[in-house]
């Protein structure tokens, strides 16, 4: 059976061609995250030595890349964003692919009809990179099942923004090194079990009440022309309404599908369990590199007075390792946050979620 483990990292920076442009012998600190529906970051610190200290002067922000190993196995890699060298050490932070997306913007016009969600974030990405691509793929786990419904113009606003709004109504997306992963919502295919042996330092059961809502309205526009809603008084909740505007969608289909979603990840009240204080047991039956955002885990915990046995979505993974001191060894800490998927909102409110 698999285990977590305790893992050993490695990286490496790259110029945007794939050559190589200076190793990382020495890392005293390494920490990377993966995260749903944004951008992800890493961050290393280099002990430099020989005529490694000359090769890190030369990295450069946007230009060159920084590649990061989990026992031989690639886990995260993406753009420099910021470099600072101080005496005896280097401190490098990096965006994943995604970051290019936040500094780009349509190029051209387009009007969706019907499309599903999915399609609609393949041409944004598409399009995002096309001009200038580092180096992407893109994989579809399946559509999302959701009407599209939008409109885009050349020059207006940045594609990064465009897709965060399209992961508000029904998609799901994260970065898996340079792969961008869509999937829909519901996905519900999990990677590993934790219990509470698992978590021995204890986790948190959090309920978000401000992200509650029994009844969604979703506007094209201010003046109402293009508008959806679903929902309405809850027999448990009463009625708690809630607005937004969303000016790419284009049609009324479209903007009842967005409210559906929104109703569906807002009802009951959302709840998570937080373990980002918490280190994952190494013998813990969940491979790290499968860790993705999107998929799921079967969390069982009766610790908290809020006890929860259910299948919950990886919503953020923190990995960090320490190189130590000299009297102290250094450590790897594994840590998961999870929430409820918009399947599992509909549960009881009483209980477990």
Same mark, same amino acid.
């Given at each position: 059976?698999?285990?977590?483990?305790?893992?050993?990292?490695?990286?490496?920076?790259?110029?945007?061609?794939?050559?190589?442009?200076?190793?990382?012998?020495?890392?005293?600190?390494?920490?990377?995250?993966?995260?749903?529906?944004?951008?992800?970051?890493?961050?290393?610190?280099?002990?430099?030595?020989?005529?490694?200290?000359?090769?890190?002067?030369?990295?450069?922000?946007?230009?060159?890349?920084?590649?990061?190993?989990?026992?031989?196995?690639?886990?995260?890699?993406?753009?420099?964003?910021?470099?600072?060298?101080?005496?005896?050490?280097?401190?490098?932070?990096?965006?994943?692919?995604?970051?290019?997306?936040?500094?780009?913007?349509?190029?051209?016009?387009?009007?969706?009809?019907?499309?599903?969600?999915?399609?609609?974030?393949?041409?944004?990405i598409?399009?995002?990179?096309?001009?200038?691509?580092?180096?992407?793929?893109?994989?579809?786990?399946?559509?999302?099942?959701?009407?599209?419904?939008?409109?885009?113009t050349?020059?207006?606003?940045?594609?990064?923004?465009?897709?965060?709004?399209?992961?508000?109504?029904?998609?799901?997306?994260?970065?898996?090194?340079?792969?961008i992963?869509?999937?829909?919502?519901?996905?519900? +295919? =999990?990677?590993?079990?934790? @219990?509470?042996?698992?978590?021995?330092? &204890? %986790?948190? !059961?959090? /309920? #978000? $009440?401000?992200?509650?809502?029994?009844?969604?309205?979703?506007?094209?526009?201010?003046?109402?022309?293009?508008?959806?809603?679903?929902?309405?008084?809850?027999?448990?909740?009463?009625?708690?309404?809630?607005?937004?505007?969303?000016?790419?969608?284009?049609?009324?289909?479209?903007?009842?599908?967005?409210?559906?979603?929104?109703?569906?990840?807002?009802?009951?009240?959302?709840?998570f369990?937080?373990?980002?204080?918490?280190?994952?047991s190494?013998?813990?039956?969940?491979?790290?590199p499968?860790?993705?955002?999107?998929?799921?885990?079967?969390?069982?915990t009766? +610790? =908290?007075?809020?006890?929860? @046995?259910?299948?919950?979505?990886?919503v &953020? %993974?923190? !990995?960090? /390792? #320490? $190189?130590?001191?000299?009297?102290?060894?250094?450590?790897?800490?594994?840590?998961?946050?999870?929430?409820?998927?918009?399947?599992?909102?509909?549960?009881?409110?009483?209980?477990?979620?």
């Amino acid at each position: 059976m698999a285990v977590a483990g305790c893992g050993t990292h490695a990286a490496l920076i790259t110029d945007r061609d794939g050559a190589s442009v200076s190793p990382a012998h020495t890392l005293t600190e390494v920490e990377w995250h993966r995260v749903l529906d944004d951008t992800s970051t890493a961050r290393i610190v280099v002990m430099p030595d020989g005529d490694c200290c000359e090769r890190l002067g030369e990295v450069r922000s946007w230009r060159h890349f920084l590649h990061i190993w989990r026992d031989g196995a690639p886990v995260w890699s993406g753009p420099i964003l910021q470099v600072e060298w101080s005496l005896g050490q280097v401190e490098i932070w990096a965006g994943d692919i995604l970051a290019f997306l936040d500094r780009r913007v349509p190029h051209q016009d387009i009007n969706f009809g019907d499309a599903d969600l999915v399609d609609i974030a393949e041409w944004l990405i598409a399009d995002g990179f096309a001009p200038d691509d580092p180096g992407h793929t893109v994989q579809v786990v399946d559509k999302a099942r959701v009407r599209g419904g939008r409109r885009y113009t050349r020059n207006i606003g940045q594609t990064g923004d465009h897709l965060r709004d399209l992961a508000e109504t029904g998609l799901d997306y994260t970065a898996v090194g340079s792969r961008i992963v869509l999937l829909p919502e519901n996905h519900t +295919v =999990t990677v590993g079990r934790l @219990s509470d042996a698992d978590m021995p330092e &204890g %986790l948190v !059961v959090a /309920e #978000d $009440g401000t992200a509650l809502g029994t009844r969604w309205i979703v506007a094209g526009d201010e003046d109402g022309d293009v508008l959806g809603e679903a929902g309405g008084r809850d027999d448990y909740y009463g009625l708690l309404e809630r607005y937004v505007e969303q000016t790419t969608i284009t049609t009324d289909a479209a903007a009842a599908d967005a409210a559906k979603s929104r109703l569906r990840g807002s009802l009951p009240v959302p709840v998570f369990i937080d373990t980002q204080a918490v280190t994952i047991s190494p013998d813990a039956a969940v491979e790290v590199p499968l860790l993705v955002p999107g998929w799921c885990l079967d969390i069982t915990t009766q +610790v =908290t007075c809020r006890p929860i @046995s259910q299948r919950l979505k990886i919503v &953020g %993974l923190k !990995v960090t /390792e #320490d $190189g130590g001191t000299e009297s102290t060894p250094g450590s790897e800490s594994v840590q998961v946050q999870v929430a409820a998927t918009g399947a599992d909102n509909a549960v009881s409110r009483l209980g477990a979620v």
